[in-house]
């Protein structure tokens, strides 16, 4: 799911650099590609292991495999139509609603999935606060679901392209990064990251105020005072930052076995990046005449800080979620991360530059920060199909010690 939305994205940024300007792309490609990243990419990663992780945890009862599977067909389905009505527009009048209805159908599949398993011990147990925070991020994701269908919905009857329009589009994307993405990736570090990186035990009354004046700055956003919005993100990110205790000194040892030892680094980037995008909201808010500072910050933040997450939390947990596997290869691990690094830090520092004007010759350098970006992707992509597909799982390792013959697929 990864590839369709790079790709498109690749090729925006490749037209753009050539024509030295991003009013002459259409905007429904641009959003073609926001969409597949977002949904196709993002949103099935964090379905997929919603639904492995969330009824485990809260009382070990396993969600159900058809409920899954249909959740996944309608998301995938729903995700694909759009890229294709967008990019082709081959009857986008129908296409853009099923698609809409498609994903909203799957998430509510989803939430019932992860919602009803209750053992008797969890229904006497208080919830943990990432789960709240994970609660949070669903609800978010339903916003902007339903935001979406009604986008779609308004250009099938109104408008004469598929795009949305720019005012709504805008508000749109803060919905989708602050609302969904950002409360996300908080919920799963603060169940997972004191223990991989070994840090301090997590101050949750900071992690319950960064996500109170997170939806603070994005009620800002969305109702149109993204100046002050802007620099809620900011506030709600730092604080967010001291709840993790993401910058203090580790407290136990990092569980690196089986990831590369860098793994650590990269994850306290990611926060870096986090941080990063906020204050180029900022800037964007009081700067921006090209539509450049706000690409900016958008792309640290779904870059630097999503895609960095997906590619160090995914090669961490996914071989072990997929039958207790070993990851594939941790040269290869080091590797993506390093290109998307290398590719967002070119990206994001060019993209000022160059579509605000201040620099002519950062142009020239936003294409190869466009193909770092694929190559750490692609990276990424081949390692967790090696280690799918190559390594053994924990049963068939144990069928090879008794020696029963067995097919490794
Ligand atoms: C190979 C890496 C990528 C490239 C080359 C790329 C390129 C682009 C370009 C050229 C735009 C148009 C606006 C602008 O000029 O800034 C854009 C917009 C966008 N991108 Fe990316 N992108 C990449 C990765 C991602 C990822 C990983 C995500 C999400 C996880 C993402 C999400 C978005 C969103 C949401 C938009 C806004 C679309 C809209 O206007 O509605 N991008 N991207």
Redesign the pocket.
Known sequence: MVFP??FL??W??LQ?SGRES?ASIS?AW??A??HA??FG??GSFILGIGFYSIPKMRGGVKSSFAMAWACWGMWTTGAALRWAANVYLWEWRILLPISACLELAAFLIFFRGVSQHRSADSDKKKLDPWIWVVVSASLGLLSVLVTNALGCFYVTFRSATPAFPHVF?QRY?AL?AWGFMVPFVWGFSAKWMTVFLGLKPLRTPWLLSAVAINLGGLGLAVAGEAAIGSWLFVLGAACAIVALRMFESSENEPKIRGVHSTFPLFVRMAYGWLLIAAVLGVAATRWDTS?GIW?AS??AL??GF??VMILSVGQRILPAFAGMRMLWSTKLMFVGLAFVTL?CTLRVSC?VLAYQGYAAWAWSVLPIS?LC??AG?TVYAINILGTFILEPSHSQKQAMVVGVPIKIS
């Open positions: 939305g790079t994205g690749v925006n940024l753009i991003v905007p641009l959003q590609h926001g990243q977002v990419w993002v589009d994307l989708m539509g690409g958008r792309h779904t870059v999503i895609s590719g993209e466009a970006e694929l992707l």
